[in-house]
C-alpha cells in the first residue's frame, strides 16, 4: 500500500494515470504530454510499474501502457487530484523569478 | 479456472449438504414440511427451505464453470484467475453451509436463541464485504481471450469493462452491507434480486457500449 501512496504522492505520475483513464499509450505519446526528460519519465513509469498501477506491453520495441487500478486506488487517485496532493510547493508560495537566459548551451 | 483445491472442497461440503437434506427428511413423517422452530413447535415451512443453500451453491459452481468453459488465456493470466474464482468459490460455499446448518439445526430444535433476523444481518454485511473486496481487486484482473466470436473484447475493452463491472460490483457490496440491514428482511429478498438483476443488465449494457466504440487497439 506504501508503493500505491508514493506513486499517487506525485501530480506527474498522477496525470500519466489521467490520461492512461482515456486509453493506452506508448511511452512517446505519453512524452508528448510532459515537459521533462524522458528518463525521469521513465523513472515514473518504473514507480507506476512497481505499485502495480500500470502494465506495460512490449510490441517490437514499442512499449504501450494501460491503467491497472483497483477501485479503490482509482477513488484515492481521484481524491488526491482533488485536493491535489503533492502539488510543486512553487505553486503554494509566492513564484520565484526566474534566471535570465544566457544563451550557453548547458 | 477454478483453484482445484477449492473445487474439491466445494463438491465434497455440496455432497455433504444434500446427504444432510435427504436425512433430515428421512426423520419426518410428512416430506412437504419441516418444522421451523423444533419437533415440538407446530410452526411450518416448506421443505424447499432446505433444499435453497444447496441449489444457490450449485448455481454459483455452475456460473464459474460456464466462465471455465467461455474464456482462455495464457497460464501467467488463468493462475490469478484461478485464486479469485476459487476464493469466491470457498466464500459462497461458506455461506450456504453456515445457512444449511442453521436451517437444520433450528428444525431439530437447537440455536432457538439465535434470531434468523440477526443471522440475515450477519450475511448481508459479511456478503457486502466480500463484494467489496472482490469488487475492489476486479480490474486488477488479466485479459483472457473468448470461445465465441461475440463475447470477445480485445485488452483495452477488457480493462474498461473489468473497471466498470469492479465498481458496480463495489457499490453492491456497499449497499448490501449498509442498505440491507436497514430494510425489513421481508423486502430484502426482492430487493436483492431486484438489484442483482439490475447489476446483470447494466454489466451487459456497459459491455455493448464498450464493443460499439472505437477501440485504441485492434481487435
Given amino acids: 500500500m506504501n508503493l500505491v501512496f508514493k506513486a499517487l504522492s506525485d501530480p506527474t505520475r498522477r496525470q500519466i494515470l489521467q490520461l492512461l483513464r482515456k486509453k493506452p499509450m506508448n511511452a512517446g505519446e505519453l512524452a508528448e504530454h510532459f515537459p521533462i526528460a524522458k528518463s525521469t519519465l521513465s523513472a515514473h513509469f518504473a514507480i507506476l510499474r512497481e505499485a502495480d498501477l500500470i502494465e506495460a506491453s512490449k510490441s517490437g520495441t514499442v512499449i504501450t501502457y494501460m491503467l491497472k487500478v483497483s477501485v479503490l486506488e482509482e477513488a484515492l487517485l481521484a481524491f488526491a487530484e482533488t485536493v491535489g496532493i503533492g502539488l510543486p510547493s512553487l505553486l503554494k508560495t509566492a513564484p520565484i523569478p526566474l534566471k535570465k537566459a544566457t544563451g550557453k548551451a548547458r | ?219
Fill in chain 2, 1 to 219: 479456472m477454478i483453484d482445484r483445491k477449492a473445487l474439491w472442497i466445494s463438491l465434497l461440503v455440496l455432497i455433504a449438504m444434500i446427504a444432510a437434506d435427504f436425512w433430515r427428511l428421512s426423520l419426518l413423517p410428512d416430506w412437504h414440511y419441516i418444522p421451523a422452530e423444533g419437533p415440538g413447535n407446530g410452526h411450518t415451512i416448506s421443505v424447499l427451505v432446505l433444499f435453497v443453500p444447496v441449489l444457490g451453491l450449485t448455481f454459483t459452481m455452475g456460473v464459474l464453470f460456464s466462465r471455465e468453459w467461455l474464456r482462455w488465456g495464457p497460464e501467467e493470466a488463468m493462475q490469478p484467475w484461478r485464486r479469485y474464482n476459487g476464493l469466491a468459490l470457498l466464500f459462497s460455499t461458506a455461506m450456504m453451509a453456515s445457512a444449511e446448518a442453521f436451517n437444520l439445526a433450528r428444525s431439530l430444535g437447537a440455536l432457538q436463541s439465535v434470531s434468523r433476523i440477526t443471522l440475515a444481518h450477519v450475511i448481508f454485511v459479511v456478503g457486502g464485504i466480500f463484494m467489496m473486496l472482490t469488487g475492489n481487486m476486479l480490474p486488477k484482473m488479466p485479459w483472457l481471450s473468448a470461445r465465441f466470436r461475440r463475447a470477445q473484447l480485445n485488452p483495452w475493452q477488457w480493462n474498461r469493462q473489468l473497471r466498470f463491472a469492479g465498481k458496480v460490483t463495489f457499490a453492491f457490496g456497499v449497499f448490501m452491507a449498509v442498505g440491507l440491514p436497514l430494510l425489513p428482511v421481508k423486502m430484502a429478498i426482492p430487493v436483492t434480486l431486484g438489484l442483482t438483476l439490475a447489476f446483470i443488465a447494466v454489466n451487459y449494457w456497459h459491455r455493448a457500449k464498450v464493443k460499439r466504440e472505437p477501440s485504441p487497439i485492434e481487435s
